[in-house]
């Protein structure tokens, strides 16, 4: 068929994927980012097309390299060896928190076999609040807090009272982090009142896109959030918590102009077999109270 050698029609279903694909040049300058691309980062095409990729736009997870000196970079990679290569990173969406990822590099060559550009593709994981909402049968959106669209308090006292049945039942374990905010006070004097939902949606997204899809996200009180782990034991409560710290840290905050980031004191408990809703909230508590004696941005679990 003579029509299906006119590139547009490629160029018109490339755009339209659902899986985001943007082309830059060997200056890392982008060419082009398609409609897949917008969806995942909060980016419009015109908020990017012809602007350099910078970190600001993707990023590695531990955030600490200039991804344009990095020899390891997937693009340099691509452009040094000519290879196609999959890593896993994140990406810095516009509302300023990561969204983990899986990239697929690969490079692009003229007729002469040369590379001139690359192009990557990524796929944001379901998400984690959407299984774990599924599993938990919430599809109610009263069951959501208005403010950060992760479960409320009356839904995660619920969830809770399950996850303790299930225990005594079937001696499955779950553990739980309470998370607080650092400063938050101190934000809402010197930025205003309007900057606090704002944080708290942010670190809300943060954590869901850090915890697994077994697990579940909700608000606590103003300040705090909780974490339920299902299959997670006191013994590897610690590493969950540092991977949800380390996550809200790499969030960027911007307000009027302004950019900053916050930290958060992290504190967690295992269940016990003794425990009730109150017992085991009250453990993770008093961890989250010496996190913040210690300073905060940081993680405890006290035995």
């Not at 990822?101 to 040369?114: A, F």
């Not at 994981?125 to 774990?132: G, I, L």
């Not at 009272?161 to 101190?186: A, K, M, W, Y």
């Amino acid at each position: 068929m003579p029509e299906l050698n006119d590139p547009e029609i490629y160029r018109t279903v490339l755009d339209n994927l659902g899986t985001g694909v943007y082309i830059v040049d060997r200056n890392r300058r982008i060419r082009f980012w398609n409609e897949g691309a917008e969806q995942i980062t909060g980016y419009l095409r015109q908020d990017v097309v012809g602007r350099f990729l910078r970190e600001h736009f993707l990023a590695s997870g531990n955030n600490t390299k200039d991804i344009d000196s990095d020899p390891e970079d997937p693009i340099n990679l691509a452009f040094r060896d000519g290879k196609p290569s999959t890593v896993d990173v994140s990406i810095l969406h516009k509302e300023g928190y990561r969204v983990p990822i899986q990239l697929r590099t690969s490079p692009i060559r003229n007729g002469r076999g040369e590379v001139i550009g690359a192009a990557e593709s990524f796929e944001r994981n379901r998400s984690a609040s959407e299984w774990s909402r599924r599993q938990s049968g919430i599809v109610d959106l009263t069951c959501l807090d208005g403010v950060t669209g992760v479960a409320s308090r009356t839904t995660m006292e619920t969830r809770l009272g399950e996850c303790l049945t299930t225990f005594r039942e079937h001696n499955i374990p779950f553990s739980l982090l309470l998370i607080q905010i650092d400063q938050l006070e101190n934000f809402r004097a010197s930025r205003g009142p309007g900057v606090v939902p704002t944080i708290l949606r942010i670190v809300a997204q943060s954590m869901e896109n850090c915890v697994r899809p077994t697990d579940m996200v909700g608000c606590w009180d103003e300040n705090q959030f909780i974490a339920i782990l299902m299959e997670c034991r006191e013994s590897e409560v610690g590493f969950v918590g540092e991977r949800v710290r380390k996550m809200i840290s790499r969030a960027e905050i911007e307000w009027w102009g302004d950019k900053f980031t916050i930290t958060s004191p992290v504190g967690g408990a295992g269940c016990r077999p003794e425990d009730e809703i109150e017992s085991l909230v009250a453990r993770a508590a008093a961890s989250l109270k010496e996190s913040v004696a210690q300073g905060g941005n940081c993680v405890t679990v006290l035995s």
